[in-house]
């Protein structure tokens, strides 16, 4: 066979080669004899063997979001493919993929057609393939589990007999996609594809990952956020078995901050390269440094919001319709809160790491990433290479939740690598990781409302303050972002509505942090709604549903239309399932808060219960969904479950402060996170439909802190308005 | 550097490291065990758990010379074929989110069912309240337990 076939080429590979290839995913059962299966590819993202196996890419960063099943779900749906018989391989970093990276919880939703496209493409070919050799027509067949059928006479064929016709055709330009009423795939729970490696400790993570030659490193950084290396004394840290060199990383020596304004910058720092993890561990503990501090702010946490809370009087506004003080002059009454959520780091389980190989002729890198493209960009920018002298693997990833957005730790790996000529595997330790993180952005938010003789808003004002991760290190001469956008919540809802931000510059590294900007807004925003319910004597969730008004398409911004219909049946539902009707003893309570982020709708009840010294049980969370079509329940539900105690944890104690312009945090220790003993059991429902797929790795975190909040009023009186809610500074 | 042999998954292995090296980083950067992880190198995460003499013990916090006399098993360890029945509940309850934890959640689970063959909700919440998920698994893990007591009082 000639490369004529439009980059579909067939491979021969040995049983035993093609078993070993997947070997991480599915074992082939190959008999005694070495029969040789020949593999055609018939798209970069699709192959099939002559033993009937579907190989499937998945291209998208696995982070623990699922992502490795849920796209090869997709395709195998859409081909028609018979999932027991699907190897799901992950594909390094390729430009032909698209859409390759793990974020804003984008990844079903930008690829499901491209997915559907791909797959129903193959299918097209082998429906030609089939319907040539079984002289039927083209319509009268279909495909399912792996063969090609003719329902009326019930033959069928299976994909394998097909392969060597199929691949001669060429791929159509347009296609059709299935019914989703035919889904035999998509939307049942599917055990993840890693199962079996996972909990037998296989599974290569990019920290597991050793190359022959390989050194390993680790850095000290400056912990002052700005600070640069100053003087140090390296004599004892040499002196550390193991220990093979030490390199200073100096910011300013390559180029400062790199990606333009939301990207990485190095920090300066000094990094130990040694023969073994804990050699360069000891050997940084040994460095002597005087770091030098004089470029810092040298801020703490008090005076970086009481600086915040000046700016409240001092914004731009985003967003104004109708005029508020027109409201507030003739209705009945105005309401006012304030709200503080704290600075929190990522804490992703496997700490920052990265391996690369850089050679003369193939910078070769394993980093667990979200963000492929911007390490590659990282690279052409850093050492002038071209992108086909980059080779980016993707090992599994130990959660990320923003923090793999940026490629800070990449970075550092490869100029170590560079430097000394050999493999670097650079390992920062828990501390650099949560002193050199890139914070979710704290802030004080105001919330003014004008209301009516019924008690209802008709007058809605916002305003923020904070320092924007949109400004990255927040230095002067930078453009202020905003961190309230135009289409937040309830913009289209209430006629008299302002949106106001205040922006203030702060050393502190700001970045993306799971759910990103509503992780704070709907703190606020639903926390003052139930104050509003009861300021008003009314239930929460009728207020709420009076607030929202009858179901319609309720314009926001441009043709951005917020679909109120389906907000209000997931109320409802969530009111059902969590008996919020049923009156609790004294001592314990519900919340409520609800959301739309990312396409999906969510809305959640958390109860609790509040003793009299004030300590707080979550005893049980409801969540209705409605992200569109699920396409794997069991990744789904954990998505939802993951999300709802990420946003209760963060809640309880996730706070980073800043002492003299360093995080005060270090560790588990000191940066608390929920354990066993106080995670809740959380009760998951999907709303049933046929809609497309939308996000769902972000939308389940917002509400879980009003609705915690609210549910800690209604239980003990006690309102909320500062996070977190068991802050030990 | 002086050299020691320490018994692993029932094997015999000699590694040369400095006496005060963390059991953890012999496992994974001499001898390739890398399903034991590092998370926080304190003792306070519980992602490094591996059983010495059959009880859940953080390797980030043993010198290599404090277990150099017992048995020492790793996740790699725990069964042929991941067919442990921890393990096999694991599987059914599709409990890994990013996974990076579970290793060391189900040598602490295996600790626990061998003192407790049917443990209450309660007890679980006592024996694996050191083990920290990020990715937020603990109810799945908890369905789990009790899972692979049921299989194993059957
Ligand atoms: S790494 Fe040992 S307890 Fe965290
Ligand atoms: S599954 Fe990710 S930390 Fe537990």
Not at chain 1, 60 to 65: D, F, K, Y
Not at chain 1, 84 to 95: A, L
């Amino acid at each position: 066979m000639k490369s004529t076939l439009d980059r579909r080429t067939f491979v021969k590979l040995t049983a035993s080669a093609s078993g070993a290839l997947i070997a991480g995913v599915y074992l082939q059962s190959c008999g005694s004899e070495m029969v040789p299966a020949t593999i055609h590819e018939f798209s970069p993202l699709i192959k099939i063997d002559t033993d009937g196996w579907v190989t499937l890419i998945a291209k998208n960063p696995e982070i623990g979001q699922g992502i490795k099943t849920a796209l090869p779900m997709i395709m195998a749906e859409e081909l028609g493919a018979d999932w027991d018989k699907v190897k799901v391989v992950q594909g390094d970093f390729d430009e032909a993929y698209e859409e390759q990276w793990a974020g804003g919880s984008y990844a079903i939703v930008l690829n499901w057609d491209l997915m559907r496209t791909a797959a129903a493409k193959v299918r097209h070919v082998l429906l030609q393939a089939a319907s040539k050799k079984m002289s039927k027509k083209v319509s009268e067949l279909s495909t399912i589990k792996g063969k090609v059928l003719h329902s009326k006479s019930g033959e069928a064929l299976p994909f394998e007999t097909l392969l060597l016709e199929a691949s001669k055709l060429p791929l159509p330009e347009t296609v059709e996609f299935k019914p989703t009423d035919s889904f035999e795939i998509v939307g049942k729970n599917t055990p993840q594809v890693d199962l079996g490696q996972l909990v037998n400790g296989e599974t290569k993570f990019s920290i597991d990952v050793k190359l022959p030659g390989m050194v390993y490193a680790t850095v000290l950084k400056n912990p002052v956020f700005e600070g640069g290396v100053g003087e140090y004394d390296d004599t004892e840290a040499r002196m550390v078995n193991g220990v093979i060199d030490i390199v200073e990383l100096d910011n300013t020596a390559y180029g400062g901050r790199l990606l333009g304004p939301n990207s990485p910058n190095f920090v300066n720092g000094i990094a130990v390269l040694a023969n073994s993890t804990w050699s360069a561990f000891k050997g940084a503990g040994k460095l002597d440094v005087v770091w030098d501090t004089s470029g810092s702010r040298k801020e703490n946490t008090d005076g970086i919001f009481e600086r915040f809370n000046l700016q409240l009087t001092s914004t731009a506004i985003e967003r104004k319709d109708g005029d508020i003080h027109r409201a507030r002059k003739t209705e009945a009454s105005n309401f006012e809160a304030v709200y503080q959520v704290p600075f929190l780091a990522h804490i992703p389980m496997e700490p920052m790491n990265c391996t690369v190989d850089f050679r003369a002729d193939l910078c070769e890198v394993w980093a667990p990433t979200q963000n492929p493209k911007a390490l590659q960009e990282g690279l052409i920018k850093l050492f002038g290479l071209k992108p086909e002298q980059i080779k980016i693997h993707l090992p599994r990833v130990g959660g990320a939740f923003g923090r793999r957005y940026y490629v800070d730790y990449a970075m550092d790996t490869a100029i170590l690598s560079k430097k000394i000529g050999k493999p670097v595997k650079l390992t920062w330790t828990r501390e650099e990781d949560i002193q050199h993180d890139w914070y979710r952005p704290a802030s004080i938010q105001k919330m003014v409302a004008s209301l009516d003789e019924s008690g209802m808003v008709t007058g809605w004002q916002h305003i923020l303050a904070n320092a924007s991760r949109k400004t990255c290190l927040g230095r002067e001469g930078r453009p202020a972002g905003t961190e309230i956008d135009e289409y937040e919540f309830p913009a289209g809802f209430v006629p008299d509505l302002q949106f106001e931000y205040g922006h203030v510059m702060s050393d502190v590294p700001l970045g993306q942090w799971r759910a990103v900007g509503l992780s704070a807004t709907v703190f606020a925003i639903h926390s003052f709604l139930s104050e509003l319910a009861i300021l008003n004597k009314m239930d929460p969730i009728d207020y709420f549903l009076k607030f929202l008004g009858p179901a319609r398409m309720v314009p926001v911004v441009g043709d951005d239309e917020f679909d109120a219909g389906r907000l209000i049946e997931v109320v409802q539902k969530v009111r059902h399932n969590s008996n919020w009707d049923i009156p609790l003893p004294k001592g314990k309570g519900r919340g409520f808060a609800a959301t739309k982020l990312s396409g999906s709708f969510v809305a959640e009840v958390v109860t609790v219960s509040v003793d009299e010294n004030e300590n707080v049980t979550i005893l049980r969370v409801d969540a209705v969904v409605d992200c569109g079509i699920v396409v794997n329940l069991s990744g789904a539900k954990a998505q939802v479950e993951g999300g709802i105690l990420e946003g209760l944890s963060a809640a309880l104690y996730g706070e980073v402060t800043v002492k003299n312009g360093a995080a005060e945090q270090s560790n588990f220790h000191d940066y608390r996170w929920i354990r066993m003993d106080e995670a809740p059991e959380i009760h998951v429902e999907f709303i049933a439909n046929n809609l497309p797929p939308r996000g769902l790795g972000e939308p389940p975190l917002p509400p879980a802190a009003p609705a915690l909040a609210n549910a800690i009023f209604a239980a003990s009186g006690k309102r909320i308005r500062k996070l977190p809610i068991l802050s030990t500074k | 550097m002086p050299s020691y042999t320490l018994t692993i998954n029932a094997t015999k292995r000699t590694v040369s490291a400095d006496s005060d090296t963390p059991l953890l980083w012999i496992l994974r950067d001499n001898l390739g065990l890398t399903g034991t992880k590092y998370g926080c190198g304190k003792g306070i995460c519980g992602t490094c758990t591996v059983h010495y003499n059959g009880n859940a013990v953080r390797s980030c916090a043993l010198p290599i010379t404090s277990v150099l006399e017992g048995n020492i098993v790793t996740i790699e360890g725990l069964s042929e074929k991941e067919n442990h029945s921890v393990q096999q509940a694991w599987m059914e309850l599709d409990v890994p989110q990013c996974g990076y934890c579970q290793s060391g959640q189900i040598m602490a689970a295996v600790d626990l069912l061998s003192k407790n063959e049917n443990p209450t909700d309660k007890d679980i919440n006592a024996a694996m309240q050191g083990m920290l998920c990020r990715c937020g698994t603990y109810s799945r893990i908890r369905k789990a337990i009790h899972l692979a007591a049921n299989k194993r009082n059957k």
